[in-house]
């Protein structure tokens, strides 16, 4: 079992940026795959960002690279999500997810693990 614990959500202006953490606790010995994932009002919730344990594999949706950087401290077991250029159409809730796999896969029904969520505010 594996309780993650989301962090860093707000109100921000357009332009801005956010760092987002998620840290994870309980059976964190074997290896997991970390997903960002939000969901806006009124629309499913989407996949963001991944990565995984071990070889840099970070996937992105399209509508944040560039803007967005996932990053990882295993020391910590703690996942991180720089959210630079905010927009207005960025805010939603943003969750952490985890998978016992190495591949960060953008299918928000293979992840085990959720976290509680952080609302993220892009709004002038």
């Known amino acids: 079992q594996l309780q993650l614990v989301e962090s860093g959500g707000g109100l921000v202006q357009p332009g801005g940026s956010l760092r987002l953490s998620c840290t994870v606790s309980?059976?964190?010995?074997?290896?997991?795959?970390t997903g960002w994932f939000r969901q806006a009002p009124g629309k499913e919730r989407e996949f963001v960002a991944g990565?995984?344990?071990?070889?840099?594999?970070?996937p992105y949706a399209d509508s944040v690279k560039g803007r967005f950087t996932i990053s990882r401290d295993n020391a910590k077991n703690t996942v991180y999500l720089q959210m630079n250029s905010l927009k207005p159409e960025d805010t939603a809730v943003y969750y952490c997810?985890?998978?016992?796999?190495?591949?960060?896969?953008?299918?928000?029904?293979?992840?085990?693990?959720w976290g509680q969520g952080t609302q993220v505010t892009v709004s002038s």
């Open positions: 997810a985890a998978r016992s796999s190495n591949w960060p896969t953008p299918s928000r029904s293979e992840y085990n693990y």
């Open positions: 309980g059976r964190t010995g074997s290896n997991y795959a």
């Open positions: 990565i995984s344990w071990s070889f840099g594999i970070t």
